[in-house]
């Protein structure tokens, strides 16, 4: 029986042996605290601020004319981000682009490959998924004038933790003459659970179905091959893994054999490029990912993108996730050394699947009291993330979280725990929580 003392040397050991402790040094705030809150917003890189400053000095300096004589032009910002962000997403250059926001980028997609016909009006989804997906999946299926208890199917889970692929796959026959669409997230936010994106894609198309995901807690952490699995379309934000700013610009992908569809929610950005000025009336869509663009794009908070996706690329994402891997069993390890020490109050569940190929790159741990012991935590200088009602989150990230900086996380929140540390705290959440 191991103790969480024997795991100290694994953690020195890792870290001496780890190929992307050089990239540490390229965050802010990693020696502030014990950052575990990753997988909602990524610290700041000092790629991501150069990128900002850049974009900052051409405005000072050229006005109107960093459009086309910027540093990197504005008016190819978006497509010159995609085209690193989609080697590390598994896409081609064109079938990716930095735009809109992650709600925005659905009803976007939505709108656009949602065509009801006949009997089949129904969108597959799951109970699970983030809440702003599934409003916008109400909201889409509302603007036709269809009834949302009857038309937006949600795939029940058996343990409220996870997603069993192949009972969606059972609901893909099911429903399968009333089902328009399929929408699912790659990894489910609150448990860290990892879909099998390529199965569920092939099993989605062997029925004729179309097949979208959020990428939001899987892009920067998890490896995809987007294009070879043929996923229709994707969408996600950049603020988490990808570690580009709270509220920076997110991107969607669609695959190169949807390119040319007339978009559901056109704008002025998504049209070819070289006729854009022309200002016809007549929409004409960019034959890529770009055609999907909607308005001018945000560009102090598109610039840290393209510096963080510089990180990435020198990384690369199969390093990434071997790492982020690691770090997600080392943290196991711990909470197992922990659990088998304490009795059964003080115990921490474990909701998040201990396969690899199930797991994205969070650890959720549930207790009676996570709002309590989250406050505690933070007060004790370690940044953890509470999902209501009982998950504690943690999200050790490749490039700015060392081995030893979780285990000093676990003696932390161990030594909470074992003196009632957490009961001097009120058990709410706060607003943001």
Known sequence: M????????????????????????????????????GNSLGLMSKKAEQSVLRVLQDWKELGIDGWMNGDIPWYYYAEKSAEIQASLLGAKPNEVIVTGSTTVNLHQLMATFYRPQGNRKKILADALNFPTDIYALQSQVQLHGFDVDETLLLVPSEDGRTINEKTVVEWMDRHHDEIAIVMLPAVLYRSGQLLDMAYLTKEAHDRGLLIGFDLCHSAGSVEHDLHEWGVDFAFWCNYKYFNSGPGSVASLYVHEKHHG??????????????????????????????????????????????????????????????????????????????????DEEKRLTIGTPLKAENRG??????????????????????????????VIRLAPVALYTRFIDVYHMMTTLAQIMNEEQYKKYEQGRDVVA
Not at 314 to 329: H, P, Q, V
Not at 361 to 390: Q, T, Y
């Open 2 to 37: 191991l103790n969480l003392d024997q795991l100290k040397d694994t953690a020195l050991q890792l870290d001496q042996e780890d190929t992307l402790q050089g990239f540490r040094n390229q965050f802010y705030g990693v020696d502030d605290h014990i950052y575990m809150d």
């Open 261 to 342: 569809a007339v978009p559901g929610l056109a704008g002025w950005f998504g049209t070819q490029k070289d006729k854009q000025f022309d200002m016809s009336l007549s929409f004409e869509p960019e034959p890529s990912a770009g055609g999907f663009q909607i308005g001018t794009p945000h560009m102090l908070s598109m610039a840290p993108v393209h510096g963080s996706m510089q990180l990435f690329q020198e990384a690369g994402m199969t390093n990434i996730r071997k790492k982020s891997l690691a770090l997600t069993d080392y943290l196991v390890k711990l909470v197992q050394a922990y659990n088998e020490q304490v």
């Open 361 to 390: 790159g969070h650890i959720a741990l549930e207790h009676s009291e996570a709002p309590r012991i989250c406050k505690a935590l933070k007060d004790a200088g370690v940044i953890p993330d509470f999902r209501s009602p009982n």
